[in-house]
């Protein structure tokens, strides 16, 4: 099958990884629907749009709907659509860290569940979720940020053997520190303010994290990921994708001695 007749879907596509992942591909001959969660932010450059907002059912149905009418298959799904809130676990409401998983996970899986019986109809397809590498390092004021993402390692690791039967491949992608939209949509918990204990402590390292973040502008081992995902008959489980230091950590990271690797996050952030 060329490229041209291959069909991907890709949720958060309005900026981001979605979007260069959607630019990437549509240039390389996918057809390539990507989705975003207002009309406004339905600009592209030359893939599909269409609205989802993964928190709703009825809007995940329609959209999986919309491209089995016009293409009449799937070939892959890149669940991406995700937020950031940030502050400290004791700053975080009920609320609040529903939020967080209601779009980080719930919504993963809401598109999973949708998507998965025109896959195994096909006896083919491929679900790639994006991951992190704060899914297998917890980071501090990013608590359940990280739940989510240790939610998504969980996930894919158990639908990966249940769906191997039916031809569906699913991987997941674990980007470290990446300049994306994302730092700047990343929004701190609304009791993290000067009254907190925490204010000082969170608000550096979050800092600390969203300088690193825009430290790095090239998003193309990302992308490269998903095209090797791609055009791969077995990908693997996981893609992890970051600089030297922090792909070492995270190779170490069940070696080490816990009260090393709790100090060497901290350090990182500057938490005393």
Known sequence: MSNSTKVILITGASSGFGRAIANALTAKDYRVFGTVRTPRAAQSDGFTTLPLDVTQDESVRA???????VTGRIDAVINNAGIGIAGAIEDTTATEAQAQFDTNFFGLHRVCRAVLPHLRAQRAGAIINMSSLAGRIALPFQGFY?????????????????????????????????????????????????????????????????????????????????????????????????NAVQRTFSALRPFLPQVLAEYLIRDAYGVK
Do not use: H
């Open 63 to 69: 959209c999986i709907s919309e491209v089995i009418q």
């Open 146 to 242: 990280s739940a989510t993402k240790f939610a998504i390692e969980a996930y894919t690791e158990a639908l990966r053997m249940e769906v191997r039967p039916f031809g569906v491949s699913v991987s997941m992608i674990e980007p470290g520190d990446f300049a994306t939209s994302f730092t700047a949509n990343r929004r701190m918990t609304n009791e993290t303010i000067p009254a907190s204990p925490y204010y000082e402590p969170a608000t550096r390292a979050i800092a600390t994290m969203a300088r690193d973040e825009q430290a790095n502008q090239d998003l193309s081992p990302v992308i490269a990921a998903v095209e090797a995902i791609l055009r791969s008959r077995r990908p693997a489980l996981r893609y992890p994708r970051a």
